[in-house]
Nanobody
């Protein structure tokens, strides 16, 4: 059974940081490009960042470039998203995603972890 389980979300003030984690199982993680995708309240799903299967290439949406860093550990089958200098507009449910490319999401989704940025 394919599983993607996110953790690390929470509430933080503007300018703060959070680190999201995604534990995976049930598929050959090291062969998959991975992405983080988010959905803000009342808005459409938005691709945030992606990383290729060996971690050599990463890509970011313009809105988060320079503030977010995606990384992965193929031995632990984990995906991470370090989010710094968070803004209120980063408030969303963040999803771990697999099965696409490192520039677009695929068909495998986690259940999401909520991030709230407010003062």
């Amino acid at each position: 059974e394919v599983q993607l389980v996110e953790s690390g979300g929470g509430s933080v003030q503007p300018g703060g940081s959070l680190r999201l984690s995604c534990a995976t199982s049930g598929f050959f993680f090291r062969t998959y490009s991975m992405s983080w995708v988010r959905q803000a309240p009342g808005k459409e799903i938005e691709w945030v960042s992606g990383i290729d299967n060996d971690g050599r290439r990463a890509r970011y949406a313009d809105l988060v470039a320079g503030r977010f860093t995606i990384s992965r550990d193929n031995f632990k089958k984990m995906l991470y998203l370090q989010m710094n200098n968070l803004k209120t507009e980063d408030t969303a449910v963040y999803y771990c995603n697999a099965g696409g490319t490192y520039t677009s999401p695929g068909r495998l989704w986690g259940q999401g972890t909520p991030v709230t940025v407010s003062s």
